[in-house]
């Protein structure tokens, strides 16, 4: 089947800066996308989602913007912080089980 | 309210025995999907139960199964364990079948030696 995947395994920035975690997805029918953030020892937990009606949405310092020409997803998290570092997660759902990506793994250096 | 609750957090289980994990979902929620997280493999879907049913079923042997309660907790089975059953076990709750939004617990860290 149809797989939603990451770009980059790893993502190093500085507390303060921001950060853009990318996703790319092959199912075009997609229509709901979801980013997760998973810290050590806990489950993954929602931070954002959006529509394939949407090209963008904002939350409290974070924003996801939805390509569907490219079929790609990615987001950004503004002034980052230590307690930002953590596994994220990029997971489609169509009617079907959520399809998570590899994930991207976000440390922020001090 | 209450999130999701996953028992126990973690396991240690010998090969070719059996276990059990619960997972309750967010009070009203009445769907439950379960998940397995590997390092190698990361999150794949296992099953979903919504109304008692099984609803889904993803790539998994038959060794892995489940039910679902009528109060809507649900309880996964592995038999005959092998060592590369060691995952993290995730439960997510949603409000129906097919709905958006998933809420995730904790996990069941299962080790099989």
């Known amino acids: 089947g149809e797989s939603v995947g990451l770009h980059l395994p790893t993502l190093s920035v500085q507390e303060g800066d921001n950060s853009i975690i990318n996703c790319a997805y092959s199912?075009?029918?997609?229509?709901?996308f979801i980013w997760y953030k998973q810290e050590s020892g806990k489950g993954p937990q929602f931070i954002i989602d959006?529509?394939?009606?949407?090209d963008k949405r904002q939350g409290q310092r974070v924003t996801v913007l939805l390509n569907k020409t490219v079929k790609h997803l990615s987001l950004q998290i503004a002034a980052t912080q230590p307690g930002d570092s953590a596994v994220y997660f990029c997971a489609e759902n169509i009617n079907t089980p959520l399809v998570f990506g590899k994930g991207t793994r976000l440390s922020v250096i001090a | 309210k209450a999130g999701v609750t996953q028992t126990p957090r973690y396991l240690i289980k010998t090969r070719g025995q059996q276990v059990t994990l619960s997972c309750s979902p967010i009070?009203?929620?009445?769907?439950v999907s379960w998940y397995q997280q590997t390092p190698g493999q990361g999150l794949q879907f296992l099953f979903e139960?919504?109304?008692?049913?099984?609803?889904n079923k993803g790539n998994f042997p038959g060794r892995f199964s489940g039910r679902q309660f009528s109060n809507s907790r649900s309880e996964m089975n592995v038999s005959t364990l092998e060592l590369g059953d060691s995952a993290l076990y995730l439960c997510a709750s949603s409000l129906a079948w097919q709905a958006y939004g998933y809420t995730f617990g904790s996990g069941t860290r299962l080790t099989v030696v």
């Open positions: 009070s009203g929620h009445r769907s």
């Open positions: 959006i529509r394939s009606n949407m």
């Open positions: 139960y919504f109304s008692e049913t099984q609803r």
């Open positions: 199912n075009s029918a997609s229509d709901y």
